[in-house]
Each structure stands twice: as C-alpha cells, then as structure tokens.
C-alpha cells in the first residue's frame, strides 16, 4: 500500500470538513470555480472532490448537479468526474460571482476568507512535509486569481508571494510559523497538530545534536591542551628535574602527569590548598613557558 503524502493527508480533511454556512458554501465554490475556470462543467479526477463539489453546488443552488463519469479510454483505473448545473455555468453559479468582486474589495467576512482560501488550497494548492523546507503554494491560472488569494491572506494576517511560473501565477507561504497559520484558518487542525509535532521534533533534534557537536568539539580541545601540558612538563623533568621548580608549580605539575584527563577545574580541587581554574591555567602557562625556553636553550 502507497503511504500518503502529508499534503494528500492535508487535503483528504479538509474534502470531509463540514460545508459550513451559506455564505461561506458560496466563498468555497467561487474558489473553486476561479481555479477550474468558467466552462459548463467542473472537473475532478478523485471521488472525494466530486463529492465536495457536488456537496457545495446543491447546497448552494438548491438543486441537484448532474454528475458525469467518464473513464479513459488508455488508463482503465483513470477516471474523471464532471459535475454539472443544468442551465447553468460556472459563471452563474448564484452568490460566486459576487464574491469574486467582493474580493476586490473589504466585502468579505473572516468566515467566508477562510472558506474561499480553503476551496483554493484544495483546487489549486500543495504543501511540503513539515520534516522537509517549509513551502506551501498555490498555483493558480490568472494574475488577478494571484492578486484576491493575495489579498484574502493579507486580510487573515498573513505575507503571500506571488510570482508567474511558466505561465501560471503561483501564490506560496515560506516559514513554519506562517504555513501553520494557514492549516489552523482554512480548518485542518489533525494536521496543524502533526505538522507541529514533527517541527517540534526536527527542531529539538537539531538542538541537541548542536549540542553534542559542541561538546565533543569543547572535549577534543580539552584533550589536545591537556597532552601539550603533559609534554611540558616532561620536557622540564628531563632537562632541569620538577623538584627544581618552585612548591606550587611542582606540585601543579605532578598533579598534571598524574590526571591527564582531569579538567582544569577538577585538577585544582586536588591541590593544597585548592585552586580555581584560573589560578591553574596561569601555573601551566607558566610551565609551559619554562618548557619553551628550556627547549630553545637544547636545541642545535
């Protein structure tokens, strides 16, 4: 069995949402009707589309749309669904034309944005995984289509781009923040709650694998510092002895050789008296020091 997309999952609650209020049936359908254009019939190749569609045109006219079913002639399993309003076209669908021109302007209320950015999500829309870059986009046959989904996201809070892609205008959402606003308006909250869920996951994955990086970096140069110290000090014990040194930095130093894993903190807890980190990085600066002149001294 093929395993959905998050878009397909995305899609497939929004097909089963209730239709809602008469105006908000009619802001979906004009929706639609701006994807699939203005001819005799409206088209859909998946079931559940076919019974949106004909859900919002009987809802909408009162009347029961035809509904054809025409199979390919190359692709048995391949199917279309064409439904249709006798005596009427797309155009005429009663209340879509004058939400088209009420987007124009500020005509519309909150309900019927998030009904007709719904109906266009599921005409024309498409979101990536919330594990993958966050993109959703619409695309749409016309400019001015563009410029009202535009317009109706503006007016629910949210920054569309528009942009023309081969000849189609195409309206997308970048940002996790913005794409779950989006889901939550138009009604799919299942898929907020995954799509958050996932983003919540990826991101404390991120963290922590940030952190760890961090750490075994941090380690690493702990480790290096900690055997150029121990080199050191056995280039002092060679040339001059440790007992030549004075009581703090002899005592530092043997402490040194004999933790060499030890941080800088740990190893000043184990002197007497106990010193603090600082108080220890300026002992082994200075044996390091000592080692440098004494090796300069030795050398041919």
Known sequence: MAVRSFCEDVKEELLHLALGSCCCIRAELAAWVMV?????????????????????????????????????????????????????????????GEVLQALEGEGLARCCLQAYLRGAFLAAGSVTSPDGAHHLEMVLPTRSAAEGVVRALARLGLRGRCRCRRGRWVVYLKGAEEIGHFLALVGAHRSLLEYENVRVVRHLRGQVNRVVNCETANLGKAIEASLRQVQDIRVIAQRVGLSSLPPHLEQTARARLAHPEMTMRELGQLLDPPVGKSGVRYRLERLRRLARRLSAKTAP
Request: proline residues 5%.
């Open 36 to 96: 699939l254009g203005r001819g005799s019939a409206l088209r859909a190749s998946q079931p559940a589309v076919a019974r949106r569609l004909f859900g919002l045109i009987k809802e909408c006219t009162g009347r029961r749309p035809r509904v054809i079913l025409r199979r390919d002639k190359y692709a048995a399993n391949r199917r279309t669904y064409a439904i249709r309003l006798a005596g009427a076209s797309n155009g005429q669908l009663p209340g879509v």
